[in-house]
């Protein structure tokens, strides 16, 4: 199997002001924060049916079929071979923290725009959350009876033998 070359991050060509804006996209996750502490690695890989509405119920639901299964085997293989890969090949992991200390934060250092005594704003969603908590308690898992999430939900999910 043969992986395609690294890509610098996408740009979008107009910005406000006529010039390049910078990288667009991304995962919507704390990846940035820890790839400036430490050498990170990306893997992407297809886990759930192309061309869903993203943050949406039926994202979440499809996670549940047989097509995002078996994206998540091949993303897990995926994940396992690199792990591999870094374990038997040290002089990788080596390369990696020279890139990272070299170039990637040679001369841009990590700030975090999180203060040590900052708190999260949990009241911003107070109203919601009391609406809303009393109505989500049944769909918590409770791994004391059930085997899975998806036995709990009554999901019985197609296996092949």
Same mark, same amino acid.
């Not at 990170?40 to 299964?69: C, D, E, F, K, Q």
């Not at 038997?88 to 990272?100: G, I």
């Not at 070299?102 to 911003?124: C, E, H, M």
């Given at each position: 199997?043969?992986?395609?070359?690294?890509?610098?991050?996408?740009?979008?060509?107009?910005?406000?002001?006529?010039?390049?804006?910078?990288?667009?996209?991304?995962? &919507?996750?704390?990846?940035?924060?820890? &790839?400036?502490?430490?050498? #990170?690695?990306?893997?992407?890989?297809?886990?759930?049916?192309?061309?869903?509405?993203?943050?949406?119920?039926?994202?979440?639901?499809?996670?549940?079929?047989?097509?995002?299964?078996?994206?998540?085997?091949?993303?897990?293989?995926?994940?396992?071979? #690199?792990?591999?890969?870094?374990v038997?090949?040290?002089?990788?992991?080596?390369?990696?923290?020279?890139?990272?200390r070299?170039?990637?934060?040679?001369?841009?250092?990590?700030? &975090?725009?999180?203060?040590?005594?900052?708190?999260?704003? #949990?009241?911003?969603n107070e109203?919601?959350?009391?609406?809303?908590?009393?109505?989500?308690?049944?769909?918590?898992?409770?791994?004391?009876?059930?085997? &899975?999430?998806?036995e709990?939900?009554?999901?019985?999910?197609? #296996?092949l033998?």
């Open positions: 199997m043969k992986l395609r070359e690294l890509r610098a991050p996408r740009v979008q060509e107009k910005g406000d002001e006529g010039g390049n804006i910078g990288p667009t996209g991304g995962g &919507s996750d704390d990846i940035g924060d820890i &790839s400036w502490n430490v050498p #990170t690695i990306v893997l992407r890989y297809p886990s759930n049916i192309p061309g869903g509405p993203g943050h949406n119920w039926a994202n979440g639901v499809s996670m549940a079929t047989p097509i995002a299964h078996k994206g998540v085997i091949a993303g897990a293989k995926a994940q396992a071979f #690199t792990m591999l890969d870094l038997l090949h040290p002089d990788l992991v080596d390369k990696s923290w020279d890139y990272f070299n170039v990637q934060t040679k001369t841009v250092k990590y700030q &975090s725009f999180i203060r040590p005594g900052d708190k999260p704003a #949990t009241w911003l109203k919601i959350m009391e609406q809303y908590r009393p109505r989500m308690k049944g769909l918590y898992y409770d791994p004391a009876k059930y085997a &899975s999430y998806l709990q939900l009554g999901i019985k999910y197609p #296996t033998r």
